[in-house]
């Protein structure tokens, strides 16, 4: 069975341009999440969605970051425009059940970007 | 404000001998803790899922222990490997069904 799959792996962009992932999760995972992995740090969440529904994006900083998930299964998370400060690692991950803490999470490689 | 720590710093060990990763939270009353593993370029991989009321969860050569009134979490590696090497990052999990990562701890196993 497929993975988390993502793309691109990587992205080198220069400050102003716009830049967009894609992640396609497990099938049948409900639970679909984006993470921001800055250099030795660990992952934190900036989109949690169950099925169409973001249902946690506090942390997502809207006025140049937005997300999608049309039909529930694959997702595009999109920067627009790009800061020096937006490069890091943007992981997708993905879990069967709808939120539950404790469900173990399934990540993709990521998408390392750069910018410029 | 909420923390979690692990020690920044790379563990160095020999192949053979049990590594320790220690996992510390303040200000936090998470339900569940859960122990990835990293590899460069790579995403993390889930290991072991413990929660408040387990002292201890075991899988193969991994134990984890969870002791809520020292808000910490000890994740042991036996007999380890050159492969084990790799970070390993601790994640809390309080009501608020949100997954929080600590910043992880690299472990190098030399033969």
């Known amino acids: 069975e497929a993975g988390v799959v993502q793309s691109p792996r990587y992205k080198i962009i220069e400050k102003k341009q716009p830049v967009a992932f894609w992640c396609n999760p497990i099938?049948?995972?409900?639970?679909l999440y984006w993470y921001r992995q800055n250099l030795g740090q660990g992952p934190e969440l900036l989109i949690r969605?169950?099925?169409?529904?973001?249902?946690?994006d506090s942390q997502l900083p809207k006025d140049r970051f937005s997300a999608e998930r049309l039909k529930g299964v694959d997702s595009t998370l999109k920067i627009q425009p790009a800061e020096l400060g937006d490069s890091a690692v943007y992981l997708c991950?993905?879990?069967?059940?709808?939120?539950?803490?404790?469900?173990?999470?399934?990540f993709g490689p990521g998408t390392r970007l750069t910018v410029l | 404000s909420q923390k979690i720590e692990q020690n920044s710093e790379a563990l160095n060990i020999q192949e053979g001998k049990t590594a320790t990763l220690t996992c510390n939270y303040t200000?936090?009353?998470?339900?569940?803790l859960q122990w990835y593993r990293q590899d460069p370029g790579r995403g993390p991989v889930f290991l072991l899922l413990?929660?408040?009321?387990?002292k201890e969860k075991r899988k193969e050569r991994l134990k984890v222990t969870f002791d809520t009134t020292l808000k910490q979490s000890l994740f042991h590696i036996t007999a380890s490997q050159p492969a084990d090497s790799a970070t390993y990052l601790c994640?809390?999990?309080?009501?608020?069904?949100?997954?929080?990562f600590g910043t992880g701890t690299r472990l190098l196993v030399s033969p």
């Open positions: 991950a993905s879990s069967l059940d709808p939120g539950l803490a404790y469900n173990e999470q399934f």
């Open positions: 099938s049948g995972h409900n639970t």
């Open positions: 969605y169950e099925n169409e529904e973001a249902v946690d």
């Open positions: 200000n936090y009353s998470p339900a569940y």
């Open positions: 413990i929660r408040e009321n387990e």
């Open positions: 994640a809390l999990a309080g009501g608020f069904q949100k997954l929080v």
